[in-house]
C-alpha cells in the first residue's frame, strides 16, 4: 500500500513548456486534490474531483487543467508553463462521505526558468 | 483573502517543554479542523483534528482545543521532542457546504533544541 504517489519529483521547465504531473492512489479514495505551496502562503487549492467523473475549481486554478482518468489517477497539466508556476505541488486523497482528512503525496518540486 | 491564519512564523522550545501553537480562522462556517506536520521534502501528515461540536481533542502528546466564539484553535504538544521539529499547518473545513475542501494556515516552524 503506497498510498498517494506523485511523478516526477523534480522538474525544470522553460517558459512556454507544457508538462503533466502524475498523481495516483490505491486506497480506493473518491476524492483528490491538487495544492500549490509557496512559501509564507500555505497550500492553496487548484482543482479538485470531488468523485470519478467530475472536476472542479480551486483558489487558484488560473494555467492549470486538470484530468481524473479513473479512480485511482488525477494529474495535472501546465500548457504554457510561466516563472510564476514555480512552487511545490501536492496531490491528495480522501476516502468519501463525512470523512474530511486529506493525505498527501511526497509532493512535485517544478522550477519553470 | 486568507481565511485560515497562523500568525506565528515560528517557534522555537526546549526538549521536554511545551509547544503551542495558534491558529484563527474568519469563516463562520467552517465546522471541522485538521492540524497536519510536514518535514522538508515530504507531503504534510495528518496529525490530530477536532469537530466543531468539541472544545478538546487529546491523541497522546498532542491536544487541539477549540474556541469558537474567538474563532480560535490552538495545538499543545507535550512534551516536545527532536522529532517534532517541523512545519505545521492549520487547515479548516466548511464539509458539506463546500465539497470538504480545506483551507490552509500559512504554517508555523518548530524547533525543539535539546
Known amino acids: 500500500n503506497a498510498g498517494v504517489t506523485q511523478t516526477p519529483k523534480f522538474q525544470v521547465l522553460k517558459t512556454g513548456q507544457s508538462m503533466t504531473l502524475q498523481c495516483a492512489q490505491d486506497m480506493n479514495h473518491n476524492s483528490m486534490y491538487w495544492y500549490r505551496q509557496d512559501p509564507g502562503m500555505g497550500l492553496r487549492l487548484i482543482y479538485y474531483s470531488a468523485s470519478e467523473g467530475t472536476t472542479d475549481k480551486g483558489e487558484v486554478p488560473n494555467g492549470y487543467n486538470v484530468s481524473r482518468l479513473n479512480k485511482r489517477e488525477f494529474s495535472l497539466r501546465l500548457e504554457s508553463a510561466a516563472p510564476s508556476q514555480t512552487s511545490v505541488y501536492f496531490c491528495?486523497?480522501?476516502?468519501?462521505?463525512?470523512?474530511?482528512?486529506?493525505?498527501f503525496g511526497p509532493g512535485t518540486r517544478l522550477l519553470v526558468l | 483573502d486568507q481565511q485560515v491564519k497562523q500568525n506565528s512564523p515560528s517557534l522555537s522550545v526546549q526538549e521536554g517543554r511545551i509547544s503551542i501553537l495558534n491558529c484563527d480562522y474568519t469563516?463562520?462556517?467552517?465546522?471541522?479542523f485538521l492540524w497536519y506536520k510536514k518535514y522538508p521534502a515530504e507531503g504534510p501528515t495528518f496529525l490530530i483534528s477536532i469537530s466543531s461540536i468539541k472544545d478538546k481533542n487529546e491523541d497522546g502528546r498532542f491536544t487541539v482545543f477549540l474556541n469558537k466564539s474567538a474563532k480560535h484553535l490552538s495545538l499543545h504538544i507535550v512534551p516536545s521532542q527532536p522529532g517534532d521539529s517541523a512545519v505545521y499547518f492549520c487547515?479548516?473545513?466548511?464539509?458539506?457546504?463546500?465539497?470538504?475542501?480545506?483551507?490552509f494556515g500559512a504554517g508555523t516552524t518548530v524547533t525543539v533544541r535539546a
Open positions: 487547515a479548516a473545513s466548511a464539509s458539506p457546504f463546500n465539497d470538504y475542501k480545506l483551507s
Open positions: 469563516n463562520s462556517m467552517f465546522d471541522y
Open positions: 491528495a486523497s480522501r476516502i468519501r462521505g463525512g470523512e474530511e482528512t486529506q493525505y
